[in-house]
């Protein structure tokens, strides 16, 4: 696993660097707080970041919501830092494992791995989450399309549905396609 460490000094992450080699981790690259994390993360493609740092700043906290934003990726903080104000707003820019007062660095293979572990079940119910609401969008537009058709062809809902079944099966579109199409025609001739 490649790792990016980010912290104000190279001195501070010694240590890591040597527990992140006995664990068979690579440092790709060092950066500091400032320096366009997110840019080094997705060019060069590591698989994690570590935060090595004394307090949970806005530039780190900046840097973690550019790296969710642009490419997620599992990240993990080593910090001093334990006020919960500092926690809240680590894990709300997308923060994977936040470890306090690390001092006994031959964990860092099962942290990162608990990283990966938190990362990957996060991305799983945000893409259940974004499928949820992408299917509550197409019954939206499906019941407004039913109910065109209701209106302008004076059908009952089955009738309608089914009508609008049949256009989607005879052209070889899905039914919300379909309802799309027909609630912005009659957008525009209405």
């Given at each position: 696993?490649?790792l990016?460490?980010?912290?104000?000094?190279v001195?501070?992450?010694?240590?890591?660097?040597?527990?992140?080699?006995?664990?068979?981790?690579?440092?790709?690259?060092?950066?500091?707080?400032?320096?366009?994390?997110a840019l080094?993360?997705?060019?060069?493609?590591?698989?994690?970041?570590?935060?090595?740092?004394?307090?949970?700043?806005?530039?780190?906290?900046?840097?973690?919501?550019?790296?969710?934003?642009?490419?997620?990726?599992?990240?993990?903080?080593?910090?001093r830092?334990?006020?919960q104000?500092?926690?809240?707003?680590?894990?709300?820019?997308?923060?994977s494992?936040?470890?306090?007062?690390?001092?006994?660095?031959?964990?860092?293979?099962?942290?990162?791995?608990?990283?990966?572990?938190?990362?990957?079940?996060?991305?799983?119910?945000?893409?259940?989450?974004?499928?949820?609401?992408?299917?509550?969008?197409?019954?939206?537009?499906?019941?407004?399309?039913?109910?065109?058709?209701?209106?302008?062809?004076?059908?009952?809902?089955?009738?309608?549905?089914?009508?609008?079944?049949?256009?989607?099966?005879?052209?070889?579109?899905?039914?919300?396609?379909?309802?799309?199409?027909?609630?912005?025609?009659?957008?525009?001739?209405?």
């Open positions: 696993m490649d990016l460490i980010v912290a104000d000094s001195e501070r992450t010694q240590p890591l660097l040597h527990a992140a080699g006995e664990a068979g981790y690579r440092m790709v690259k060092f950066v500091g707080p400032n320096d366009e994390v080094y993360a997705s060019s060069m493609e590591v698989d994690a970041i570590v935060f090595v740092c004394d307090e949970i700043e806005r530039a780190e906290l900046r840097e973690m919501r550019s790296i969710t934003e642009s490419c997620p990726m599992p990240m993990l903080v080593l910090t830092d334990a006020r104000t500092s926690i809240d707003a680590a894990v709300r820019a997308g923060v494992a936040y470890v306090v007062n690390c001092v006994d660095l031959s964990r860092l293979a099962s942290l990162l791995q608990v990283a990966r572990a938190r990362f990957n079940q996060h991305r799983e119910l945000i893409n259940e989450l974004n499928t949820a609401r992408s299917a509550l969008e197409q019954r939206k537009v499906i019941e407004k399309a039913k109910g065109i058709i209701m209106r302008q062809r004076n059908l009952d809902e089955d009738h309608a549905y089914r009508a609008m079944r049949k256009l989607a099966m005879d052209h070889n579109k899905k039914i919300a396609e379909v309802a799309g199409q027909i609630v912005t025609a009659a957008e525009v001739l209405l």
